[in-house]
């Protein structure tokens, strides 16, 4: 069955009217034209699927240095962000909006982000991404205001901003009309809860190395088939710990 690209319903079925606001506090507003300007996500902006504000906490800073950061009680390396830049950032993003915010803040020590993580979030209105920088943020702040915290891994980034445009992403794919072929979200790999089968293009035999026969033979069913194949016997290899929630549907 081929999922009408064009369907205006959310994933879940519900209908999408607005376009999703990401509120973004970040001292680097300028890294998110990455996604603004590039691929699937240009286009879901041009088409009205999504926006994103970009709230600066040193715009709310209350000295003439505009400071945004200390250094640490009981001392340490680095800065510490600090609380009253970004409790005022957080207030002007929830001023706009009539619906109370989702504050989303991204660290090792959050949640593993996964895809029915992102699925919840598809469905919100709006979302305030918090980005840290420094050492991270004052804990008085993080306690008040933070609803879910997020990990992409463990692993320690530069700033907050890589995974919030990670989970912008993640999102916008999802939403109705971001992808041509809205078979292609349905099919992403963890919608399936394996990983994806192999992927093959021109030329047919590429450094005497030629493509599988089945999927030069026409037979839809036989390559649908062998793709589900191909994705479990991955998963296995790769990362049994899918397999526990997986619909293993072999592609009958
Ligand atoms: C860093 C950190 C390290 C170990 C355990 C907990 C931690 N929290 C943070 C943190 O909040 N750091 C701030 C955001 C400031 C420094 C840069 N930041 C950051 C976020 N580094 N790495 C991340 C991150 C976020 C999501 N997934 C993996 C890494």
């Given amino acids: 069955m081929v999922a009408d690209p064009a369907a205006e319903s959310a994933p879940d079925g519900g209908a999408r009217n607005e376009p999703i606001t990401f ?6 507003p300028e890294m998110f034209s990455a996604i603004e300007r590039s691929g699937i996500t240009r286009r879901a902006m041009e088409r009205g699927l999504w926006q994103g504000r ?3 906490p040193r715009d709310f800073a209350q000295d003439a240095h505009r400071t945004v950061d200390d250094r640490p009680y009981g ?3 680095g800065m510490v962000m600090m609380a009253e830049p970004l409790a005022r950032a957080i207030a002007e993003c929830k001023a706009r909006h009539d619906t109370p915010l989702k504050v989303v ?6 949640e593993r982000l996964t895809h029915g993580r992102v699925m919840d979030l598809v469905g919100e209105q709006a979302l305030l991404l918090l980005c840290g920088r420094y050492e991270g ?6 306690d008040r205001h933070v609803d879910l915290e997020l990990s992409l891994g463990d692993f320690v980034l530069s700033g907050g901003e890589l995974p919030a445009m990670a989970l912008m992403d993640a999102i916008i794919r999802q939403l109705p ?3 041509n072929d809205a078979t292609s979200a349905v099919e992403d790999s963890f919608v399936a809860g394996l990983l994806d089968c192999p992927h ?3 030329p047919e035999v590429w450094e005497s190395e030629a493509v599988p026969e089945v999927l030069l033979s026409g037979d839809h069913a036989r390559i649908r088939r062998w793709r589900a194949e191909q994705a479990l016997a991955l998963t296995r290899r790769r990362r049994p710990d899918l397999l526990a929630g997986a619909g293993q549907d072999d592609g009958k």
């Fill in 23 to 28: 509120e973004v506090v970040t001292l680097f």
């Fill in 137 to 142: 943020m004052d804990q008085r702040l993080i």
């Fill in 177 to 179: 009309g971001a992808l």
């Fill in 105 to 110: 803040h991204f660290s090792p020590a959050g």
């Fill in 54 to 56: 970009y709230v600066n």
């Fill in 75 to 77: 001392g340490g390396p």
């Fill in 200 to 202: 093959y293009t021109r």
